[in-house]
């Protein structure tokens, strides 16, 4: 977890990669139904157009048929969900079905100017079509009104694993890597 623009989407592809699990994203996985042309691209387009998120019933769908491909059944690594409280009640039934648990949910913190700064940089060079200021800073919000609140929701299960994003990426992965290993070891 963590807000838009913290770093989720390299950090999630270098730890799976470590654990021979595949990383799950759902922001890549819309962008590839929209680059595509599929029903489930244009239906989601029009929500990360505007930096709203998609209808949970539309997101919980695709992620389940993600976790039930063959890949996934050693484990897996989802970045960018559960972003609602309705997402972390679905994947609790999900995993609960395929016998999986939550092993931790490691959450990366970055100050909201760094990021909207790091996102800006990247609209120059990957050409995201939901990189442009306004859409955002729409994302940040949605994201402190949808999202923060289930930070709350797994350090109460003891789940939570808060790891600080600035600085270079390999450091950052070694801290999640730090703090990983005190998971397994309890
Ligand atoms: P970000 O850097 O904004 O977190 P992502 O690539 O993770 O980018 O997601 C891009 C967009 O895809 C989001 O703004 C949202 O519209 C949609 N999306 C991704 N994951 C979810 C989710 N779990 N629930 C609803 N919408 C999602």
């Known amino acids: 977890m963590g807000p838009p623009g913290a770093g989720k989407g390299t950090q999630a592809s270098t730890i799976a990669a470590h654990f021979g699990i595949p990383a799950i994203s759902t922001g890549d996985i819309f962008r590839a139904n929209v680059s595509k042309g599929t029903e489930l691209g244009i239906e989601a387009k029009r929500y990360m157009d505007a930096g709203e998120y998609v209808p949970d019933d539309v997101t919980n769908r695709m992620v389940r048929n993600r976790i039930d491909e063959p890949d996934a059944t050693p484990g897996f690594l989802l970045d960018g969900y559960p972003r609602t409280l309705a997402q972390v009640e679905e994947l609790d039934g999900m995993i609960g079905f395929t016998g999986h648990s939550l092993d931790a949910v490691v959450v990366l913190t ?4 760094e990021l909207v700064q ?4 990247r609209a120059k060079t990957e050409g995201r ?9 729409r ?3 949605i994201y402190a009104e949808q999202t923060e609140p289930l930070i709350e929701v797994y350090r109460e299960r003891g789940a939570l694993i808060e790891v600080d994003g ?10 999640i ?5 005190t998971v ?3």
């Open 129 to 137: 079509a939901d990189d442009t200021e306004d859409v955002i800073r």
């Open 139 to 141: 994302r940040q919000e």
């Open 177 to 181: 890597f730090a703090a990983l290993a």
């Open 118 to 121: 790091r996102l800006l940089e």
């Open 110 to 113: 970055v100050n909201p100017e």
């Open 166 to 175: 600035l600085g270079e990426i390999d450091e950052v992965t070694e801290r």
């Open 184 to 186: 397994h070891q309890s």
